[in-house]
């Protein structure tokens, strides 16, 4: 397969991510047999996607953002007409809990959050919720806006809500989901939030599930595939930084937004098994086990991927 994955970076720290993403993606490719061309561009700290860049990103198959607080991802998003963000934060199946909620209380949610109050962008946020809960068998909760918005919601969750799916959207007021976040933090499943909600929300729920570098973001219901991990510190030195995220969201890009399994497996196999062995960088290290810096994490995941990626391809 040809295609060309474009990587976005706005800072040093963000410099590095893509350098680890360029690496890590060319070793699955090698792997796999594909051809990638990983395209690597600066974006300046401002609210604008320069014209040469959204011009290479319209031409890519994906698009991997080094930090989901780039000035700019809101433009772009907007520029590839996506609709609605989902933030992924469930990870107690990757590593030991880091939850804030408290010990074996790990944040167990899907936030999806509409990037517009555009009524076809609300209809398509809420078809796409139900869809996810259908497919990971999760309750969904809805915070319904009040005001002009009201009842655009309210005939997108409905018409959402007539698909069949398995759970109805049980509402839930905006004050009242921060509190359910510590105090039920497993009972979360999809949480369906219209543009303003979702913005207030989704930066709690990171800070809150305690290891915001292994989490991530996904732009859907655009021309292409847009992944960025949660954001880390801007001052961060390169060996401080967090991959994991980073990694996951390439997981996500190669098995949802190009449809390459395999490749995909190949990552989340190569990242569990350096997970399981106990390899973590210093935010989420084990007790008592000496942290790795993240070109040592990228060492061992480059390992993996060609070892699964033989194991793989000999299936």
Known sequence: ?????????????????????????????????????LPVRRCPAQDTVPDDVLELCAQSQGIIAASA??????????????????????????????????ENRPLN???????????????????RAYAISAEENLPIL???????????????????????????????????????MINQPQRLGVLLCPPYAGAILAP?????????????????????????????NDNALRDQLNPFGLLRAIEHLLREGMHLEREAACIEASMR????AG?????????DTPPLQMNGITELI???????GEWITHE
């Open 109 to 127: 949610t899907l936030l999806i959050q509409a990037l517009s109050a555009d009524a076809d962008a609300l209809r398509d946020t809420a078809r």
């Open 204 to 232: 709690a729920a990171g800070a809150l599930c305690g290891a915001p570098g292994i989490n991530y973001d996904i732009y859907l219901g655009g021309e292409c595939p847009l992944c960025a991990p949660l954001e880390q």
């Open 1 to 37: 397969m040809h295609a060309k994955i474009v990587l976005l970076y706005e800072n040093e720290a963000g410099k590095a991510l893509c350098d680890t993403a360029s690496r890590i993606i060319a070793e699955a490719a090698v792997s796999f047999g594909h051809t990638f061309t």
């Open 302 to 308: 480059c390992e993996q991927i060609e070892v699964a």
């Open 279 to 287: 390899w973590r960088t210093g935010d989420i290290a084990l007790p």
């Open 142 to 180: 809805q915070t319904p806006p009040a005001g002009k918005l009201a009842q655009d919601w309210k005939a997108a969750v409905g018409a959402a809500d007539s698909l069949r799916a398995p759970f109805h959207a049980r509402e839930i007021a905006l004050a009242d989901v921060i509190p359910m």
């Open 273 to 276: 098994n350096v997970l399981q």
């Open 69 to 102: 607080d780039m000035c700019c991802l809101p433009d772009l998003a907007a520029e590839l007409l996506c609709t609605c963000r989902v933030r992924e934060l469930r990870y107690a199946h990757l590593i030991q809990n880091r939850s804030l909620t408290g």
